[in-house]
């Protein structure tokens, strides 16, 4: 599986921005998802997850309410992102798992078998 991700940009505080990562494979559908974010001298953080099959997300409070996790049919996973803060910018990564289901949601690196190269999004004051 190869994950590309793109979207990312510069933007002021408030404004908004829509990732994608498209995936390759013809197993995409049975895949969870998650999105993830590194600061600069920060660990990676979880951010958002959605189940396989595209039902069910799960998001880290410092984002719930302001960004929202999709995917379509032809292999891509979305994160809608608004009301953007400084505190948001960080490289963003997709990610994939394929093993089987031993929880509901996963929002550890470790969860995942498939990373995507990252794309930056800055957000200015």
């Known amino acids: 599986v190869q994950l590309q991700a793109s979207g990312g940009g510069s933007v002021q505080a408030g404004g908004s921005l829509r990732l994608s990562c498209a995936a390759s494979?013809?197993?995409?559908?049975?895949?969870?998802m998650g999105w993830f974010r590194q600061a600069p001298g920060k660990e990676r953080e979880f951010v958002a997850t959605?189940?396989?099959?595209?039902?069910?997300t799960y998001y880290a409070d410092s984002v719930k309410g302001r960004f929202t996790i999709s995917r379509d049919d032809a292999n891509t996973v979305y994160l809608q992102m608004n009301s953007l803060k400084p505190e948001d910018t960080a490289v963003y990564y997709c990610?994939?798992?394929?093993?089987?289901?031993?929880?509901?949601?996963?929002?550890?690196?470790?969860?995942?078998?498939?990373w995507g190269q990252g794309t930056l999004v800055t957000v200015s004051s």
């Open positions: 990610a994939a798992r394929s093993r089987l289901d031993t929880h509901f949601y996963y929002y550890y690196s470790y969860d995942y078998d498939y």
């Open positions: 959605i189940r396989r099959g595209g039902g069910s």
């Open positions: 494979g013809r197993t995409f559908s049975s895949y969870n």
